[in-house]
């Protein structure tokens, strides 16, 4: 298929300073009541127009007050004006005043940028299970309100008051030109960490000049997170927080519809570019992982086989185990890939690391012995199975898992 | 429910010899390649006369060929004579060689104790992916079928046979009486652990005097095995070669049916005790951990809401990495249970450490937390999750997860 755009996408810019129309801050207010105002802990993203905007969410049944309410606010379907995320506290199993405590996060945010507290998404991450400290949230929230700038530092103190345990900020920026009109997208994000060390989540905030519906953003921003955020894994821990934002406030003027095609794809190919850059950069700032490791696997029955098997290789206490030892043990990736129980046949299972074989129809090619243990010595490869059962593949990220990885998390 | 008989159930006994009718026997032929002749590898369990035979195996889509053939065997419902179970090499992913090579150690031991192959099981557990050496095994075979004895010495020398990563043996004995009538069920395992360092696997072998048919013995073994090593996890890796049997040949005399509850009922909680106590002493060996937690979850919607919600718990790398830190992480535990995606509330959940209350309708207890910590620096405690939707419960036994697990399973 012909793509009929350039696109270009850069990695760890400023941030979401380069879209036109939103400003951003980033202040310290002690969220953790550790008397520590060095640590930036609340972001603000403000369009200043209203923008559209669409969310996906994390699909655990515990979910966070903050998530809660924005896929109500969401499915409300109104514009958007602004995003306001704390880290050190997840303000999740918090009960009623938990909710209270979001919906009046939004209020203060409104009251200052002059909006409706609808028009306000909130976001937490840190830890769970304790009250948010209003008092200093809203002092953090009026400085950074104060603050707010399309300036370059703006945008990197934004994207660092998200961080928990991530020891690098998330950034970067996708243009796409299209029929000599131009698109921006911006996304930063916070990665699979424990806080404090209470919680693992993601968050990332995803904004563009596209001028584009509700109905087709969403449809854009699941397509763009089902192929990238929904497919890595660091521990296969799922969060109560998990949060990714997108609003769009058409300020380039270029309409995104189903009317052309063209258009329609650049912005995804921006979005999905976005998405991708920085769930690749979570994985990769995983908490103690030493690699990342791509699993692919091919000639699947369908797509949800070949992903199952992705997840079941991913996930394996084992298989990360070996991956951190750079041991190319390919008996616990045929013990994994069957203990997904989609009906493999071992005899017919073809294996790689990266472009060397390992099995062929099940049988090790030993003679690539030493070649495998160059290959899972790196720090990133990938890993291919054909199932040659029929013509369907999926890829995952997945980390290893290390030693530091349980001193890291194994209490406070 | 009144229980109509006596239960006494003995663990680390000897073994298998203290069931009427059985000799065993453990010998070493060096199946690792390691001209290592002290290991004991070998054990042979034989029936003095034909006994019923059931089993229980891994789901793993790929599956062992030593599994495939018992599976195979106890299908066509005959009388069983013997058991020979190997370790130091899995006979696993070995294509039709591997086959060949189970099939053929059956003929050995037929030839030797004077039966049908279709009469023997075999089982491996090992390295994945390696031909199993034939001559070896065969000088294994021959020794342990000459020393084949109901002696003490011999029961021992079978149970460390099948060992690999196990640091102990693992054997139990449990001895009912039911109106003046006395049944023994007797049992050796070998746990999840490593092998050099290539697979996880447990074995079980279980023995009895009982009289009973085929199909009731299969009902009774599968009740066991559900509720005792199907509720077990120690990195919730599965392997290729997991394999639960059972060989009953009568010689008590008594008979197990359906037509005497009694009877049966004692006989099924024999059998169940036996594969508790195996089970059991499976996690509390696993690799390099630290402790063994009951994880229980009460007032669910049914079993399998409860039994899902159990292994999220007792799977997740953060709950199992917080046990080792005897951090008492209730967030977690919540967060695990939610992204079981059951469909749970929070704000209905009641949780408890031992007997001491963490969550009431989900909002901490804090005045207990020190309670908390002195329970979750034991070595074995208990969770308790009341989901207060029905009236359903399930329970698991799980290990925490190790910073020397990791280094243990790095490589080779």
């Known amino acids: 298929m012909a793509e009929n755009f350039k696109i270009q996408t850069t990695e760890d810019v400023a941030g979401l300073n380069l879209v036109k129309g939103f400003k951003v801050a980033g202040a310290a207010c002690d969220i953790r009541n550790k008397n520590d105002m060095s640590r ?15 969310g996906v969410f994390t699909t655990n049944d515990v979910k966070a007050a903050p998530v809660v309410l924005d896929i109500k606010k969401l499915e409300q379907s109104k514009t958007m004006r602004a995003i306001v995320a704390n880290s050190g506290n997840a303000n999740a199993c918090t009960g009623a005043r938990g909710m209270e405590d979001a919906e009046n996060t939004c209020k ?105 519906s509700q109905p087709l953003l969403k449809k854009c921003l699941k397509t763009a997170a089902d192929k990238t955020f929904n497919r890595i894994t660091v521990d296969g821990d799922m969060s109560t927080n998990d949060t990714v934002l997108c609003l769009c406030n058409g300020s380039s003027q270029v309409e995104v ?11 995804q190919a921006a979005i999905t570019a976005v998405s991708r850059a920085l769930a690749r950069k979570i994985v990769g700032d995983g908490e103690k992982i030493t690699k990342v490791v791509e699993v692919k696997v091919e000639g699947a029955r369908d797509e949800a086989q070949a992903e199952k098997i992705c997840r079941s290789i991913g996930n394996s206490l084992l298989v990360k185990s070996s991956w951190f030892g750079c041991d190319p043990n390919w008996g616990r990736l ?18 790689w690391y990266d472009g060397v074989e390992v099995l062929k129809k099940g049988q090790p090619v030993d003679a690539n012995k030493p070649l495998w243990r160059e290959i899972v010595a790196k720090k990133t490869f990938t890993i291919t199975m054909n199932l040659n059962m029929g013509s369907a593949s999926e890829a995952i990220l997945a980390a290893d898992l290390t030693e530091e990885y349980v001193n890291f998390n194994k209490g406070e």
């Open 40 to 54: 930036l802990d609340v972001a603000l993203i403000v369009s200043d127009i209203p923008a559209t905007g669409s």
């Open 257 to 267: 519809s189903e009317s052309d095609k063209d258009i329609l794809e650049a912005f």
């Open 108 to 212: 203060i945010v409104a009251d200052l940028i002059g909006s409706d507290p609808d028009q306000v998404l909130v976001c937490s991450t840190g830890r769970i299970g304790e009250f948010m400290p209003m008092q200093k949230l809203k002092n953090g929230i009026s400085e950074a309100a104060s603050k707010l700038s399309d300036s370059e530092q703006a945008a990197k103190e934004a994207a660092l008051a998200i961080m928990t345990s991530d020891t690098r900020p998330k950034t970067v920026l996708s243009v796409v030109e299209v029929g000599g009109k131009k698109i921006s997208v911006a996304g930063m994000a916070k990665g699979a960490g424990m806080i404090e060390p209470n919680m693992a989540t993601m968050l990332a905030f995803i904004v563009s000049d596209a001028k584009i």
């Open 334 to 351: 045929t013990d994994a890939a069957g203990y997904a129980r989609t009906g493999i046949s071992i005899d017919k299972i073809d294996l």
